[in-house]
């Protein structure tokens, strides 16, 4: 029997704005406990929450990268519910009148391309941090509550049912990322919380149209973490099926992390009433082209494009364009070095992912904090390609670049690093080398062919890998001729 | 329209409001008071009317994403009750059922 797995997200996303939703505490982290609060995001009384229009404009930019219809009339309500980290004893949140509603995503799935629906996508505040005393919450005594990120601005981001494996719910994840990165939306950091989700799931045999009883999972900290909770997830609910007792009601469940399973929280059978109303101090926030416009044209080209044009216009190999594009001051860095440089763009994507993605993994930065120019690469390449130097040398010359920010032509001269072309110069090292290894000669005349890159070896160590490789083949090879004669 | 006492019950439930059984009857038959005084407003029509969730004829009143200064932790620490590592400590949020 085969069976069909279908899963909808909720994501969150903490929006990159400096200060609150409804107040102008910073919205810095990691800050101490309780310092970035006041009577709006604290829930005193009488305080008055005034809407920070950057939350709305990055709310439209994510609509807009992702498709959506964006609404022109914008307004908030109260989500009432009582809990320590919320304050107030409501979240504003949208209930009625969403930000953006039904978009898309296009995604290259393993399985082909498909659109995965956005269903809507509201803005809301996010709640204070507890900090546990126990190892959970169910057995701690007693919690501690900062409330420095009370009422940071958020979107959830509701997906249709669309997602046919954990799998393509972790890539869908993943391009969602890139997305909301590329557009200054979030800076998406999942292990601090910025980027979080909670997956609907539910199984069906191959063939059923109706939908199974689905669980929601929550606590996926990782995109690892969301494919091996859904994995579990599909797995134990196929089971349930085969053994003829599919789930009976939906249910909440947690993924745990240690125990690599989905625990059991609660039936969702009791909706909770949330009795949400019109928020009365949070007035209507009519959107109208003009402002939609001014955003759109703001609007960087998004991944998908950039993957797309790589390949079309720079050719290079789809892995390469879906690696560069992946990261926009990885792509900004590509496309500026090729202002510069006009030889082969693969050259260019060679470098950026091997010997720069490499440097900046082992020196655990980030890519927006290199010293490298983007200049200084193009040079490099252009000095390269003209033989000034060799491609070994072109490593170092790479190294020093990377470290210290300098120019290729400042380095090379400073370190003597130019490759030897002067075929006197290196006739007469081959000599040299020739008289310091008789043994290797012997070897070669005997048929061993290695012994005749021990030799080039010898050369270029000689010249600490400044001589031009093709010059010192043709000139060993003619002297060892000589030899044999 | 009038509340039952399990109405009412359910209602200080939500509100977090431990009430006795006395109390119970007292408030359903009060609110069941101040439901029929509201009740007059059925009386009105209000065909065609949008509802009027606002009490200002406003929109689009926002701020500048500028931070601002925050309060000083100690008067923010002040109410709490209890506290621990410049933290709100609250008891127990779960129970196992």
Known sequence: MKYETIIGLEVHVELKTDSKLCCGCSTK??????????????????????????????????????????????????????????????????FYAPICRTGWLKKEFPTGRRRIRITRIHLEEEAGRSYHSGAGIIDSDYSLLDYNRSSIPLIEIVTAPDLRSPREAKEFMEELKIILEYTGVSDCKMEEGSLRCDANISVRRQGDRELGKRAEVKNMNSFRAVEAALEYEAKRQIELLEQNTPLESEETRAWDEGNRETVFMRFKEKAYEYRYFPDPDLLPVIINDDWIKGIRNKLPELPNSKRERYIQEFRLPKDDAALISSSKPMAEFFEAVLKDYSGEPKNVSNWIIGDLVRLINQEKIEFHQIKLKPEALGQMLKILDQGVISSKIAKTVFEEMFYTGNKPEIIIKEQGLEQISDVQLIQEIVVKVMADHPQSIQDYLSGKKKAKSFLVGQVMKETKGKANPGIVNVLLEKELEKIKE | MSLTKEQVKELSSMARLALTEEEINCFTVQINEILGYLKKLNELSIEGEEPAPYGVPLNNIMREDKVQSSFNRDSVLVNAPQQESFCFKVLKVLEED
């Open chain 1, 29 to 94: 982290f990691p800050a101490e406990p309780n310092t970035l609060t006041c009577p709006v995001c604290l829930g005193l009384p009488g305080a008055l929450p005034v809407l920070n229009k950057k939350a709305i404009d990055l709310g439209i930019t994510a609509g807009l990268a992702l498709n959506c219809k964006i609404s022109r009339e914008c307004k908030f309500d109260r989500k009432q519910y009582f809990y320590p980290d919320l304050p107030k004893g409501y979240q504003i949140t949208q």
